[in-house]
């Protein structure tokens, strides 16, 4: 089975410029998350969705960023406009339940950005 | 809130040579889970500890909850370069969520 799908896996960009992280979840989860990680934080939950339904968007850095998920298949994330401060692997995460059911929780491998 | 506090941050060790990392919390946690990230890779499940005081084994690898379940440890033997590594340990709090500690950042050299 294919695991969580995330594009690109790089991406360097200038500030201002708007940037889109894109997910395909596990076919069949309905938990749906999108992590941060730095050195300085490490691994930062942002918003997660539960049968694509925003259910805590509570770790979004600010306004410049926003998520969507039109459908069970498919979720973005945007930055817009891009700080050099959100440099950052972001990863994409799902999980066949619910993450406080201590279900296991599959990650992409993740989209490498840095903003210059 | 709930937090979960890694230590050590950094391990250097020799092929070989036992280690501890920790996993601590003033909270308590209906289950912790321990998972490993390569360079370039997302995390991977290694294990989830559900019971006060439960222990599993994972190859060279042991995970113990602590009685109460505001902790965890997790015990490699003989490390090999393969081990390497940054360790998180994981817990859910209420509401969906999953909260990450720092993690352990663990280079075993040949």
């Known amino acids: 089975d294919a695991g969580v799908i995330q594009s690109p896996r790089h991406e360097v960009t200038e500030m201002g410029q708007e940037v889109t992280l894109r997910c395909k979840p596990i076919s069949g989860h309905n938990s749906l998350f999108w992590y941060r990680q730095t050195m300085m934080r490490g691994l930062e939950l942002l918003i997660y969705?539960?049968?694509?339904?925003?259910?805590?968007d509570s770790g979004m850095p600010e306004d410049r960023f926003s998520a969507k998920m039109p459908n069970a298949s498919f979720s973005t994330l945007k930055i817009q406009p891009s700080e050099p401060r959100d440099s950052a692997v972001y990863f994409c995460a799902s999980t066949p339940g619910t993450a406080s059911s201590g279900n296991t929780i599959y990650f992409g491998e993740g989209s490498w950005l840095t903003v210059v | 809130t709930q937090l979960l506090e890694q230590s050590p941050q950094f391990l250097s060790i020799q092929e070989g040579e036992n280690l501890t990392v920790y996993c601590n919390s003033s909270?308590?946690?209906?289950?912790l889970q321990w998972y490993r990230q390569e360079p370039g890779e997302g995390p991977v499940l290694l294990v989830t500890v559900v019971t006060g005081g439960e222990v599993k084994k994972l190859k060279r690898l042991t995970f113990q909850f602590g009685d109460a379940r505001k902790d965890s440890s997790l015990h490699i033997t003989a490390a090999q370069p393969g081990d390497t590594g940054l360790y998180l340990c994981a817990g859910p709090t209420g509401g969906f969520k999953t909260i990450f500690g720092a993690g352990t950042r663990l280079f075993v050299k040949a």
């Open positions: 909270s308590v946690f209906s289950s």
């Open positions: 969705f539960n049968n694509n339904v925003p259910i805590d």
